[in-house]
């Protein structure tokens, strides 16, 4: 059974070229684009002006497995560029491709039956050898992901080595659709998305809870560990991102305005704002480290296309820091941000996950020299902790290499939240200086770290990793209170001023509603607890408990369900 990453990138690259051979029998008017594995299946790009319906899909599906029925052998030969050009002349696409490669170099393609496609490979031997497909949607995208190009439709599908496995990917897949944070999002009165502003998230009063929730938390964890507190512009001047180098390396994902004939970027990035403030001050090495933290609003200019409810937005907060060091506090501070990643990740019970040393990409700032040791120290860092990781070659942001932290959550996917940066080349373009023990200037080292990453995409995970149940410290309401008959109401409302001087979110439904059905509604807002109040309980001062994941709990006194709740909610 085929199960490593290589092998099923194999098999879902020739599923791919299966599905190109069944659309192009079926309707052979259309026009091939490429069509890559990609993580968890494959797609396959399409020029067809009337588009694919869901009838089609069936006919591809039942195309697809008569292909692989008559088990045709992929066989791979290379041609000259004039062969290449005859071979693809009614393919305008691939007539694209073909012509940007070098006029003498040998050009691959595979053949599978009657079918023919431009490809490097691998593949397996023969279609039989693909095991099971399966058509998931269809999406239109621009060839070559430009808004200039033409728009092409794009088939995604899954393949794995047998029928089972694609069974459990498929169940996997809907507890994920039911688990979607943009249908929780909206079930939940959480959040929305709106044509008045296409990737800004607007944050409900209920989101809002949730949100400064985690806030806290992130601000309490911060200043336990010395963290200082800084809030920079949103915009600045074109100057001074010239100087950070994020003009040159990103300036096609800001935004910019005119103010008083000069050209202002709304900030992408926090950190060249907190480099002004530590600038702002003479520094001693006694002062060192210098630790600001920053829940800093950025944006970034994406594309239409790749907007992702909370997941990608053109608007959020990331919970950024920046640590300012001497040169020899940095394996020790390095080890500290490590820690603290590391603690707040348990609170959310993500304690699986996989750690990447990302090193120089293609564009760069700073020497050599620079880069050597940054990732000298960022490797001899993860070492002494005895921490597991992988290298990503050429993946480190442009100013420094990075450790980032891809965590798994309760369905087994992987995300990618926390990172920590380590930048020798921003000081030396800023200038920046502390006194040194001698008394002499020093230039220190600056950590850009982030934990969460976006706040956005982090409840955006929170959301499908909890399938919207909350914990109870996070959860917008805590309890609800559901008086029986009108003449409970009362007795409710005391009940609730009393939780709400302990400082739990509390609710009366005081709707003229039969109870079951406020209790199927309760239980459908993720309402951590259920107090029910009737005759019996108002005469005893009691309360009948029903949890959110338990059901029935039974009757409680008020203290003795407050001091529960309040041992819960610490």
């Not at 239409?304 to 820091?321: E, H, I, M, N, P």
């Not at 394996?331 to 990447?356: A, T, V």
């Not at 009366?508 to 807002?525: C, H, L, P, W, Y």
Request: with cysteine; proline share 4%; aromatic share 10%.
């Amino acid at each position: 059974m085929e199960s490593s990453a290589a092998e099923l990138a194999r098999l879902r690259h020739s599923a791919s070229h299966v599905l190109a051979q069944a659309v192009k029998t079926l309707y052979p008017d259309v026009k091939l684009g490429i069509g890559p594995a990609i993580e968890d299946g494959f797609y396959y790009d399409f020029d067809w002006q009337e588009g694919f319906t869901p009838d089609d899909i069936e006919k591809i599906e039942a195309e697809i497995a008569r292909i692989i029925a008559a088990n045709p052998v992929f066989t791979h030969r290379e041609v000259a560029k004039d062969e290449a050009l005859s071979l693809f002349a009614d393919e305008p696409y691939k007539i694209d491709l073909i012509n940007e490669l070098p006029e003498n170099e040998a050009i691959s393609i595979y053949n599978q039956g009657s079918f023919t496609d431009l490809c490097k490979g691998p593949h397996v031997e023969s279609a039989n050898q693909i095991g099971a497909i399966k058509l998931l949607s269809v999406a239109g995208a621009y060839w070559r992901g430009s808004e200039k190009n033409p728009m092409l439709q794009r088939i995604y599908g899954t393949a794995f080595p047998t029928q089972e496995e694609l069974n459990i990917h498929l169940e996997r897949l809907e507890e994920a659709r039911k688990r979607d944070h943009r249908k929780l999002g909206k079930e939940l009165d959480l959040f929305s998305f709106h044509e008045e502003g296409p990737g800004f998230p607007f944050w409900h009063p209920k989101g809002m809870i949730v949100l400064n929730e985690l806030l806290d938390y992130w601000r309490c964890e911060h200043s336990q560990r010395g963290y200082q507190e800084v809030k920079t512009p949103m915009i600045l001047n074109e100057d001074l991102w010239h100087r950070s180098g994020h003009w040159d390396t990103y300036r096609e994902n800001m935004y910019f305005v005119n103010i008083d004939e000069q050209v202002f970027s709304v900030k992408p990035m926090n950190c060249p704002g907190t480099i002004l403030i530590y600038k702002d001050s003479m520094k001693s090495y006694r002062d060192l480290p210098i630790k600001y933290a920053e829940l800093g609003h950025v944006h970034r200019h994406e594309k239409s296309g790749v907007l992702q409810g909370l997941f990608r937005v053109r608007a959020f907060t990331q919970d950024d820091a920046h640590v300012f060091c001497r040169p020899e506090q940095v394996q020790e501070e390095i080890g500290k941000i490590i820690d603290l990643i590391e603690s707040l990740y348990s609170k959310f019970g993500f304690n699986e996950y996989r750690i990447e040393l990302s090193t120089r990409p293609e564009k760069a700032i700073g020497s050599n020299e620079m880069w050597e040791m940054a990732e000298t120290a960022l490797n001899e860092t993860l070492k002494s902790k005895n921490i597991n990781y992988q290298i990503n070659e050429g993946d480190g942001a442009f100013y420094g290499p990075k450790i980032d932290f891809h965590i798994k959550d309760s369905m087994g996917r992987s995300w990618q939240l926390g990172t920590i940066q380590l930048d020798f080349s921003m000081p030396e373009r800023f200038e920046l200086e502390y006194i040194g023990e001698d008394g002499k200037s020093h230039r220190p080292v600056m950590i850009h770290r982030a934990a969460f990453g976006s706040i956005e995409r982090f409840m955006g995970i929170l959301i499908e990793h909890y399938a919207g149940a909350l914990p109870l410290w996070l959860s917008p309401i805590q309890v609800i209170i559901l008086p029986i008959a009108d003449r409970h109401h009362e007795y409710a409302k005391e009940t609730a001023s009393k939780l709400a001087e302990f400082g739990i979110r509390v609710k009366v439904d005081s709707r003229n509603e039969k109870t079951g059905f406020k209790i199927r509604e309760a239980q459908m807002e993720k309402i951590p607890y259920m107090l029910i109040v009737g005759d019996r309980e108002a005469e005893a001062g009691r309360v009948s408990v029903r949890s959110r994941e338990s059901g029935d709990l039974g009757a409680m006194s008020f203290d003795e369900f407050a001091s529960k709740i309040n041992a819960e909610n610490s």
